[in-house]
């Protein structure tokens, strides 16, 4: 069973930079395609990230591109997302997530591609 738990965030101000990383545990790391999503209070969990099995693609939702940067660390067993230009429209619970089994990407990415999850960490923005 994958296991996945997140850590970083915090309280931030507007244009602050901040990373989260996420540690899994469990399954076969370097066949896992890996995602970030967040969920605003009264929003659907949206696509922020993704990267794939062999880091060798990254894709974004529309709304961080160009700010966040997806990586993997394939020998620590970790993923990370650097948020640069921080926006309070940033502020959400962020969850990572985690699919085995060397599978490719289809567009568009859902919460419903990936079968586990962590419990999140909150991220807030401040004007």
């Known amino acids: 069973q994958i296991h996945l738990v997140e850590s970083g965030g915090g309280l931030v101000e507007a244009g602050d930079t901040l990373t989260l990383s996420c540690e899994v545990s469990?399954?076969?790391?370097?066949?896992?395609?890996l995602a970030w999503f967040r969920q605003a209070p009264g929003e659907e969990r949206e696509f922020v990230a993704a990267?794939?099995?062999?880091?060798?693609?990254?894709y974004y939702g529309d709304s961080v591109k160009g700010r966040f940067t997806i990586s993997r660390d394939d020998a620590k067993n970790t993923v990370a997302l650097r948020m640069n230009s921080l926006k309070p429209e940033d502020t959400a619970r962020y969850y990572c997530a985690a699919r085995g089994g060397y599978t490719i990407v289809v567009l568009p990415i859902i919460p419903g591609d990936f079968p586990s999850w962590g419990q999140g960490t909150q991220v807030t923005v401040s004007s």
């Open positions: 990267i794939t099995y062999s880091g060798g693609s990254t």
């Open positions: 469990g399954g076969t790391f370097g066949s896992m395609t």
